[in-house]
């Protein structure tokens, strides 16, 4: 018997393995793929992930791997200056391909304990009142306490429990690929730059290490998406849109992608969880969708990993779907918007200049800038102070910063006042007695997911709200 079983060893996945077992959680990742991918998506991570890393005091790995570039200022291709005031000490984001990201957080995770089964399909899952079974690709089965998919979206745990994922089939779809070209790299650059001026969704860039990274529109949804296409129809397709296909060759890798957008009816049926694209997909515009499953982890894992430890108040995993769902579905409006601005049609081309006029204004570049960089989300706890359910930047303390006492992974009580105490919550809340001059409250209560779940400086008043996230005291 496994506490946990993680079905996909992607980003979400390795992500979620790695938080629980901070947590002390016995964790197995089962991940089809015999080896890691070499198919590059996502190119970077926005600023709440650049944090949700420095919190788990992964950032130096990930930076010494990456680049950095000012976060923000960008909206559906529409580029204006970084708002001055952004809520965060990150103030960009990290550019780096998927592949690096994959391997860092599975290594992070193999580091941290976590066993990963590589070659290997979860087939089936079904569910008692003691645990979940998964039936294996190999025919053998593995017991667990709790189970969560993050295989992904066209995820088989999703389908095996029978969760609806309504939304749009795609409609439009791309080329993508990594090849050898011949042409000389200024006159690709040119050329690039003509089409994208009417053509958002046409690039092809040096991938920055070594060779070119094509995207180009398909002409149509193939049946079988997960086939990939051949060079000869990237060949085509360039010529279509370029007059020549930059002699293109030698692919690395091909694949396609769509732009279907759906979001999974529940994240939960009883022991079985769903996380990442498992239970959301959109296009890729924005580059929001690693991030999001990044975080949802980041919100689950604990959660979890009380429940398994026993000392979860009863509702408090359903605060998973309940907090991180809407996020997902402002996520999937936001592509929604920007399909629109990038499309040449003469309307949606009027409402871009409107945008693009809108966005001189520094609180609605600043309003989008935080949307993309997930840094504005703030959860349902109530009414209350403005802090109350968002999660706080970084501060500095007397004794160094904010996010590298976080690292453990525990709940964090902030107090200016020096007269509060986490009596009975001590093996689960740490209490950091320090004052910062960022800080504009006299003590604030932080879940492990860097979420304020009280603010006030009464000390009756916050052992009413602590058992709300940490239980029943000792
Ligand atoms: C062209 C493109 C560009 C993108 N750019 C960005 C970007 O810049 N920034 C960003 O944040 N996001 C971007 N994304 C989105 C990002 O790639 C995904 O959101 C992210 O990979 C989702 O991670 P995941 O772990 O949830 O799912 P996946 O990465 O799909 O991982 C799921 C894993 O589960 C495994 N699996 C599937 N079924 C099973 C099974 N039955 N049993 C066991 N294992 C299974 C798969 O092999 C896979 O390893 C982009 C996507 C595309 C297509």
Known sequence: MVDVVIAGGGPTGMMLAGELRLNGVDVLVVEQDPEPKKLVRSLGLHVRSVEVLDQRGLLGRFLAAGKQYPAGGSFAGIVKPVPERLDTAHRYIIGLPQTVTDRLLEEHAADSGARIRRGCAVVGVSEDDDGVTAALADGTEVRARYLVGCDGGRSTVRKLLGIGFPGEAAQTEWLLGEMEATEAPEKIAAAVAE????????????????????????????????????LEEVKERLTLFAATDFGVHSPRWLSRFGDATRLA??????????????????????????????????????????????????????????????????????????????????????????????????????????????????????????????????????????????????????????????????????????????????????????????????????????????????
Do not use: C
Request: charged share 25%; net charge negative.
């Open 195 to 230: 089409i994208r001026k009417t053509q958002l969704g046409f690039g092809l860039g040096p991938t920055g290490y070594g060779g070119w990274r094509v995207v180009v529109p398909a002409g149509r949804v193939a049946e079988d998406r997960a086939a990939p296409p051949t």
């Open 265 to 474: 009816d529940r994240y939960r049926v009883g022991r079985v969880l769903l996380a990442g694209d498992a239970a959301h997909v959109h296009p890729p515009l924005g580059g929001q969708g690693l991030s999001l499953g990044i975080q949802d982890s980041f919100n689950l894992g604990w959660k979890l990993a009380a429940a398994v430890a026993g000392w979860a108040p009863n509702d408090l995993l359903d605060t998973y779907e309940i907090e991180r769902r809407p996020v997902a579905a402002e996520v999937l409006d936001l592509t929604r918007a920007q399909a629109v601005l990038i499309s040449t049609e003469p309307g949606p081309q009027a409402v871009r200049r409107l945008f693009a006029q809108l966005m001189d204004f520094e609180d609605v570049n600043r309003f989008l800038t935080e949307r993309i960089m997930a840094t504005g989300i703030r959860y349902d706890f109530g009414a209350g102070h403005a802090l109350l359910g968002r999660r706080l930047r970084d501060v500095h303390l007397k004794r160094g910063r904010l996010y590298e006492l976080m690292r453990e992974g525990r709940g964090l009580l902030l107090d200016q006042t020096g007269n509060l105490a986490v009596d009975g919550w001590s093996d689960r809340v740490d209490l950091v007695t320090d004052v910062s001059e960022e800080l504009d409250a006299p003590a604030v209560l932080l879940r492990p997911d860097g979420h304020v779940a009280w603010v006030g400086d009464d000390q009756r008043n916050l052992v009413d709200h602590l058992p709300r996230w940490f239980g029943d005291p000792n």
